[in-house]
């Protein structure tokens, strides 16, 4: 497999509008693919589930998640297709807006400057919690049912939110060496692609042109874990987007995602997730 291209993208029709806003409703297939644009994008997923590629980041990500990507953070929403409505489309709200945007804003505007006053700008991407989603939603959701000019007033309101917000993890970051991110995701698109099946060392060191003991420091080194537990960490975490999202049986979910034995499924999945896979379940129901 070769490296994925990263395309890139610029802002439709910034002559006219100093940000975009869109209400998506496409079929799965065609949801872009890896790409970085140099903007800020936040990210409302309405429908469908999936994984999530940001920057040296993979992470799964489901209806109601919101997140900030930073500018020339490089990114992919993947859906699973089977996520997808009745008529084999996903939703998401999005906002894209120019750096310069901010900046512009806070000169013009005092009462946004003083909101925003000796702030230090995010570098990484970031997922919110609980609360700031609910915020951030009820204003994108908002805003889809206005005119332009209603849009902009609300993202004076939304400005100091998303960028003051304390209620956020970490979603994904940059990697200081161009050569170090093509290649972070390059291990992290192979893994998205094989984790049903085994991975060995020799197989993904390959991957990436390295011999298998080089790969594994310089694994370490990037992630400060190793390739193991960030494969089994990613088999967990899609274990539990299907415990969420469908009626699949516990068994049947330890193979689809790259487990062989039931039983040492169930211990891997209590011991790191501190609940068993159907009490997990139950959680959600």
Known sequence: MTEETIVPYELPETENHSFFFIDQRIDSHVEAKLHQHDAWELYYVIHGYGNRMAGDTLQPFSAGDVVLMPPSMIHRWEYEHSSADSDGCIRYLMVAFSHSFVTQCMKVFPELRNRLAS????VNALKYGQESSRVIRKILLRMNDM???GRLCEMFRL????????????AGKPMSIERDVRR???????????YVHPISLDDIAAEVGMNRSAFCIYF???????FSQFVTQYRLNTACELLKHSQK??????FMVGFNDLPH??????NTIGVSPSKYRKQFQ
Not at 265 to 270: K, L, Q
């Open 147 to 149: 005119d332009e000019l």
């Open 159 to 170: 400005l100091p939110v998303i960028f003051t917000s304390s209620g956020h993890v970490l």
């Open 265 to 270: 499924f169930i211990r891997v999945f209590t």
């Open 119 to 122: 702030l230090t700008f995010p």
């Open 220 to 226: 370490k080194r990037c992630k400060g874990f190793t």
């Open 249 to 254: 049986q516990v068994s049947e979910i330890c």
């Open 184 to 194: 972070m995701q390059q291990i992290c698109t192979y893994v998205m692609a094989h």
